[in-house]
């Protein structure tokens, strides 16, 4: 291969992975310099270090988000509490109990699926109203991206979750305190999916931020 | 607290200058019209005699940037960076004022211990 061309895949990489207003004249010095006698070793180590460094700098960026999700997604333990003390309760799903394993399970499932969903499309609502008010509107395409990887997202990290071996559930909802939830680091980690989620959903759904173009130096 | 204290507080904050990010400012200052990030990198490695990724001077170029210590510019598109143009950085005028302020403090440090050099403290 040419020593003069770039690894193509960290090539690819750089150009494609790495965030941040600045990536276009950051991808342009990484090449410029590799050019002038650089090695192929170092052409790698800076688009790692450019990918790692701009993924940072997005989320400090963004770190009001990181905020939000953050508080609205705190309580969620003891909302799922709530809502299982209520659909126990609740005459209209009493049959569900009553069905055989797995369909009571998947049953139960489904609806604190369902339950998750809605909380992480109201708390994306939100964010982007308040949003909509001090910075640029976001875009119709870009609300269903972020509406779509967040939903997806919370699914696959909601079965992760209940998937993890060792994981105290379930839980006697009869018993459990929103206290004692809070004080278990593995029910405390309830908030992870929403969190994550909703982070993923809102950073997809606005804008990206981009430089506008400066004069030209002179 | 006053009020007053926690602004110059917050103000003082929000223009402390990192050790990396006063280096990168001085390079800036060093290269004059022709500081982008290529020669940027190019002189912190010769300063301090050890690899730094562009990555890590863009970070620390946005958070001067957005103190207010440095501004840039874009260039040309440019057929040997592969179409892509250059930002080149400037330093603003209180980008100037804070480097001096902070030579001072660190010139009036260095007074005090004279014997450093010599492996002593006192």
Sequence with gaps: ?218 | MHSRDFFAIYEEMRTFLGEFELMVILAVACLGGEAYGVPIARELEHRRRRGVSLGSVYAALERLEEKGLVTSTVGEPMQERGGRARRYFHITRQGVRTIRETRDVLNGFWRRIPNLEKGGTT
Excluded at chain 1, 59 to 71: K, W
Excluded at chain 1, 90 to 100: H, N
Excluded at chain 1, 186 to 193: I, N, R
Aim: charged fraction near 15%; hydrophobic fraction near 55%; proline fraction near 8%.
């Design chain 1, 1 to 218: 291969m040419n020593r003069r061309n770039p690894p193509p895949v960290a090539r690819w990489m750089l150009e494609h992975l790495t965030l941040g207003a600045d990536s276009d004249a950051l991808t342009g010095d990484v090449l410029e310099e590799f050019l002038s006698g650089r090695s192929r070793f170092w052409y790698w180590r800076q688009t790692l270090a450019a990918i790692a460094l701009g993924f940072l700098r997005e989320v400090r960026r963004r770190r009001s988000i990181l905020a939000f999700a953050l508080l609205w997604t705190f309580p969620v333990p003891a909302l799922m509490l709530s809502y299982d003390r209520l659909l126990n309760r609740s005459a209209l799903f009493a049959g569900m109990w009553s069905m055989p394993w797995p369909w009571s399970t998947v049953c139960d499932a489904a609806l604190a699926l369902n339950a998750g969903l809605v909380f992480l499309w109201i708390g994306m609502a939100i964010y982007l109203l308040l949003s909509r008010w001090i910075g640029p509107a976001q875009t119709p395409p870009r609300v269903s991206r972020g509406l779509l990887a967040g939903s997806l997202a919370y699914a696959l990290l909601f079965a992760a979750f209940f998937a993890i071996p060792h994981a105290p559930h379930p839980t006697d909802i009869r018993t459990v305190t929103v206290a004692s939830i809070y004080a278990n680091p593995w029910l405390g980690l309830m908030c992870m999916p929403g969190f994550l989620a909703l982070f993923v959903s809102i950073w997809i759904a606005l804008p990206r931020q981009r430089r506008t173009k400066a004069p030209a130096a002179s």
